[in-house]
């Protein structure tokens, strides 16, 4: 399929997965992208790209149905991924929403359905190497379980109305513009708040943005991608090494670290205080499991059958990241 052919519809266009996404597929592909947005004030960049703003959200079906409509390619990279007190947030956005988007892609007939999911349907403390043909489970984390979930409901579509389904599963996404894996952490750093956890020898599987949106524009293009799902990580690097970067970019001589049994006391006390404050941030009990865990996540099914590579190491990644943090007065 040759998107400079088609209309594209996309979620999430104004997060940062999104807007890489938008800004290649406009000046790469030279796509017709129609958006998705809850917030126009936020679109100003996608129309000077000369995008197609819809202001909606996930959970105005009606709005879905038309904004859908003559489109021939659903890109979904929206998502709840932020920490919020209600799990029903998370199940509004990653499943109920994927739902109407769903319904209303198969009843345009569109051509490919890309999926936005992620490694955290194999779990939060995943262990050994795994691949696409691993099992996924329920962790008790709102954001995994859902994520799994709205997997699951893409299957479920595909089967029942034959739609012509994919789902991309990103390890951590880092690079300009990523805030969970590039900006907190640079900031918690200068600040002195950032810490290992049993001397960060714990795991971190990466995939740099660029690299992510080269197998998103793969999978949307390749007709090989139809029915499948593809694990998409660039490598493994322990967290000591990956935030050690980010603490010489900031010019920290290193990160302490604490033993795993004081993580696990800090961690019930931070939650404690943050209840007994009523704020919106929780740290969900098994993420230290995820910390420590050393899961190797394999895109092997992605390169065997789609023939993808990774252009930009991590060494590379890095260093664009820093210059962007140069670029945006974060350092």
Known sequence: MDLAKQKVFLTGATGFIGSHVV???????????????RDPRKAQSLCKLGVEVVEGDLNDFPTLERAVRGCSVVIHAAAQVSAVPHREVFEQSNVAGTEN????????????????????????????????HSPRQHSGDPYCDTKLDGEETVWRYRRANH??????????????GSTHWSVIPLKRIKKGRMFLIGGGRGLLNYVYIDN????????????????????????????????????????????????????????????????????????????????????????????????????VGLEEGLRRTEAWFRETALL
């Open 212 to 311: 992510l949106v080269d197998a998103i524009l793969l999978a949307a293009e390749d007709e090989r991608a139809v029915g499948e799902a593809f694990i998409v990580n660039d490598g493994a690097t322990t967290w000591r090494e990956y935030f050690a970067a980010y603490a010489r970019m900031a010019g920290k001589d290193g990160i302490p670290s604490i033993p795993f049994w004081a993580a696990k006391f800090w961690l019930r006390y931070r939650n404690l205080v943050a209840a007994l404050k009523r704020e919106s941030t929780r740290v969900p009990p098994n993420a230290l499991g995820f910390l420590v865990s050393t899961a190797v996540y394999r895109q092997t099914h992605l390169e065997q059958m789609l023939g993808h590579r990774s252009r």
């Open 23 to 37: 800004r290649r597929l406009v000046l790469d592909k030279h796509a017709a992208v129609r958006a998705l947005v």
């Open 101 to 132: 988007l769903l319904r209303a892609a198969a009843g345009e007939a569109v051509a490919r359905f890309l999926h936005l999911s992620s490694i955290a349907v194999f779990g939060l403390a995943a262990r050994g190497e795994v691949t696409d």
């Open 163 to 176: 739609l012509p389904t994919v789902i991309l599963r990103p390890s951590g996404v880092y690079g300009p």
